[in-house]
């Protein structure tokens, strides 16, 4: 059990760490708003492609694509979706907020935090599963997101420019770039494989610097119901329903990483950028950002530790 402790100590620490300095560094004056948001444009558009990339080539997609974990995560994320509708429509009734709350309560910030954990646990090099989780869970999270914050502020989603979005997204340029060299069997040069490696191993500490310089203790709303009702379904309902059924499915190793890290990872830091161009509670998206990433350090780590000991992975 003291193995299982610090293996998953080890497997939170770097980020609590990441978070810290990022505190830090905003709080001592050395960057302001403007230039972490600037920052976060150019990690999410320069270091996150590499990333997904690194993770996936070399692979061998046959074995990295696990169709039943895939068919799992999908029925869970829409199941757990239509159960939260009744339950919000119950709880609140101003429908910009309703759309903020179901999109907290659903969406990981599975690349930023899921994945790294899952490098920490499993190694690098050992995650292609979960990378090529990502590539197709990440994609869904977006579609569900328009089209749940359109219909909650009486739109029609713009399907054309929602695709069009989605297939440039960094974070699947980096896995298609992978994918086609695997299928095409080509040969990344040593030299252009370092650069590539070395950016992806920067993308996690920048990331989390940034996400820990965006904090604002201050931005809290009167709103502190639904904001707990988010972080709470978030980080313990949510994990406790899916890793249960997971279990019971036989998912073990790799395959219950990827799972954990996807469903108990906090709520994405997307989520606050798309509730606010699109009409819906920006104050309550930002919040639950804030509030699910503090204290997803605590249950991340009960989560890995419970199922550690249970010799789930």
């Known amino acids: 059990m003291v193995q299982n402790f610090w293996i998953c100590i080890n497997a939170v620490i770097p980020l609590m760490i990441y ?4 505190m830090l560094v905003k709080r001592a004056g050395l960057i302001n708003d403007d230039e972490v948001s600037r920052f ?14 690194e993770n996936l080539y070399g692979a061998k997609l046959g074995t990295a694509f696990n169709l039943g974990l895939t068919i799992f995560a999908i029925v869970f994320l829409f199941a757990f979706i239509a159960a939260s509708v009744p339950i919000v429509h119950r709880i609140e009734k101003r429908p910009e907020t309703r759309g903020a709350m179901i999109q907290a309560m659903y969406r990981s ?6 994945l790294p954990i899952a490098l920490n646990i499993c190694g690098r090099g050992n995650v292609s599963t979960t990378a090529v989780l990502v590539a197709v869970i990440v994609p869904i999270y ?7 914050l359109e219909y909650y502020r009486g739109g029609h989603a713009d399907i054309s420019k929602m695709f069009s979005k989605i297939i440039m997204n960094p974070i699947i340029l980096g896995a298609l770039a992978a994918a086609v060299a695997i299928v095409l069997d080509i040969r990344v040069p040593k030299s252009v494989d370092n650069v590539i490696y070395t950016m992806s ?3 996690t500490p920048m990331a989390m610097i940034m996400l820990g310089a965006s904090f604002n203790i201050k931005s809290i ?5 639904n904001l707990s009702i988010v972080t709470i379904t978030k980080l313990l309902i949510q994990p406790a ?4 059924l997971a279990v019971l499915f036989g998912f073990r190793g790799v395959e219950f990483v990827s ?3 996807m469903m108990s990872a906090p709520c994405a830091v997307s989520s606050f950028t798309m509730a606010k161009s699109m009409g819906s509670d920006g104050d309550l998206a930002g919040n639950a950002v804030i509030f699910t990433t503090g204290f997803s350090i605590l249950t991340i780590f009960g989560w890995l530790f419970l199922f550690k000991n249970m010799g789930i992975f």
Do not use: Q, Y
């Open 259 to 261: 799972l954990i890290v």
């Open 241 to 244: 329903i899916g890793l249960s």
């Open 201 to 203: 191993e920067c993308t």
């Open 40 to 53: 976060n444009h150019l990690v999410f558009i320069v270091l996150f492609p590499p990333m997904m990339f």
């Open 109 to 114: 910030n599975f690349v930023l935090m899921g």
């Open 221 to 225: 709303n009167t709103d502190r119901r």
């Open 19 to 22: 978070l810290l300095i990022g």
């Open 142 to 148: 977006n579609i569900i997101a328009v089209i749940i």
